[in-house]
């Protein structure tokens, strides 16, 4: 699991995201067992049946559009795997869910941070529309179905960096950010979004937000 640390609610608040942080894991669970199991039977067989599995699970728990090829079928499904968890759009800042079409064309789908959209006017106002917001709560299985560790290295797009501003001591600075953990750090990862409920985001961005509810003691 991997989730922001000012995220944590006060105790008597974190039941939603126990039940929530079990959910998503359940659901990484599922599509890892069957995304391993289509990959054992394309290494032993590359029959049309065994492609057509691979295909259409692709398409539908992935959503990702692959040719009917053995080979194409084993790329697509021999990656990292997430499932993230959603929030309704409130307004907060930080990053969305989105379908990005990349330079091959190719569409998938990935988180956006707003950074990554800020001289782009169309593309801020598709960013302003998302109806859901990214609170860093994602469920990650990192083994290929050999049960050995993928180079995460390989699913990174080096392409996904960016130019924020920053200050220190009084000065403007401008900074490259390298791909971020959660958008170009895991880019060619397969990706679920789920949609959770706001009582799983409690987050502290100045100091005023530690007067909310879900962050005071019992």
């Known amino acids: 699991m991997i989730k922001n640390i000012d995220n944590v609610a006060a105790g008597r608040h974190r039941e939603p995201t126990w039940i929530w942080t079990r959910a998503l894991v359940g659901r990484l669970a599922l599509l890892r067992s069957h995304t391993h199991e289509l990959l054992r039977r394309l290494k032993q067989s590359g029959d049309a049946d065994v492609v057509d599995d691979a295909v259409a699970f692709a398409r539908t728990e992935l959503g990702v559009t692959i040719a009917a090829h053995r080979d194409a079928a084993h790329a697509c499904l021999g990656r990292p795997l997430r499932v993230c968890g959603m929030v309704p759009n409130t307004g907060e800042p930080g990053g969305g869910p989105f379908w990005v079409r990349d330079r091959n064309s190719a569409v998938t789908r990935q988180i956006v941070e707003s950074a990554q959209v800020a001289s782009d006017a169309a593309q801020q106002a598709v960013f302003r529309a998302a109806t859901h917001f990214n609170p ?64 799983v985001f409690n987050p502290v961005k100045t100091v005023l937000d530690l007067l909310r509810p879900a962050h005071q003691a019992e």
């Open 136 to 199: 860093v709560y994602l469920a990650c299985a990192f083994d290929d179905a050999e049960a050995r560790r993928y180079e995460l290295d390989r699913f990174v797009d080096p392409g996904a960096a960016f130019i924020t501003g920053r200050s220190s001591g009084g000065r403007e600075l401008i900074a490259l950010e390298r791909p971020g953990l959660w958008n170009g750090g895991m880019a060619h990862w397969n990706t679920v979004f789920v949609e959770v409920p706001l009582t």
